[in-house]
């Protein structure tokens, strides 16, 4: 079992839609991390979390460290979100981190 | 402009055939690491250096060797190129302790083919 879940894999929104993707962890964490990929483009860092709840823009990122759950939400989609967003985690003292799959999300005008 | 630079960003290599990927952060930060990315994997680490003088073994070592030159730069070697080597190449660095640049930063990634 991969000891960072991410659900769902794949998901089709339409434009303006709200939108939630979930991760689920089965280690102790330091940190949380969501990042962003857009299709043959690098990975950029969106939220890094260990408790509570971060805002940037239409982003929202929120963690339950008892449930070990965090999930990303997107208000008021749009096509340039369509990307892929990876959920990752860093245990205990070290900074090495650990992924999950990512899910691919894809908004249509 | 604060971030992690990759160099090559594409490279085409025959089977045995050696080459370095470099990669240089310029935000001070101690951690740096190696990742692959192959389709449906996700990523996948290769080395990590946790400080100057020190690398340690990812998920995926086999066929690679690293050095941290200093802080700023970790460079990633394929001493012979081999096809199950292609794949797409992330470096990046981190901070975890809060403070600004805090976080992981990665490059723009490497696209290396083996024929």
């Known amino acids: ?109 | 402009n604060a971030g992690v630079t990759q160099t090559p960003k594409f490279q085409v290599l025959k089977t045995g055939q050696s080459m370095t990927l470099q990669c240089a952060q310029d935000m001070n930060h101690n951690s740096m690491y190696w990742y692959r990315q192959d389709p449906g994997m996700g990523l996948r680490l290769i080395y990590y250096s946790a400080s100057e003088g020190t690398t340690d073994k990812g998920e995926v070592p086999n066929g690679y060797n690293v050095s941290r030159l200093n802080k700023r730069e970790f460079s990633l070697r394929l001493e012979s190129a081999a096809p199950s080597q292609t794949s797409v190449y992330f470096c990046a660095s981190s901070e975890l302790r809060p403070g600004p640049p805090s976080g992981i930063y990665f490059g723009e990634g490497s696209w290396l083919t083996v024929v």
């Not at chain 1, 839609?17 to 990975?43: D, K, M």
């Open chain 1, 1 to 109: 079992k991969n000891e960072v879940e991410q659900s769902p894999q794949n998901l089709t929104a339409q434009e303006g839609e709200f939108i939630t993707i979930n991760c689920s962890y089965s280690v102790g964490i330091s940190a949380l991390h969501w990042l962003q990929q857009h299709p043959g483009g690098g990975i950029v860092s969106l939220f890094m979390l260990s408790s509570g709840k971060k805002k940037h823009g239409r982003l929202i990122a929120t963690i339950n460290i008892q449930e070990k759950h965090s999930s990303l939400h997107i208000t008021a989609s749009h096509p340039r979100d369509s990307a892929v967003y990876i959920c990752a985690v860093s245990q205990g003292g070290s900074e090495k981190l650990v992924f999950g799959k990512g899910m691919k999300l894809t908004v249509n005008p």
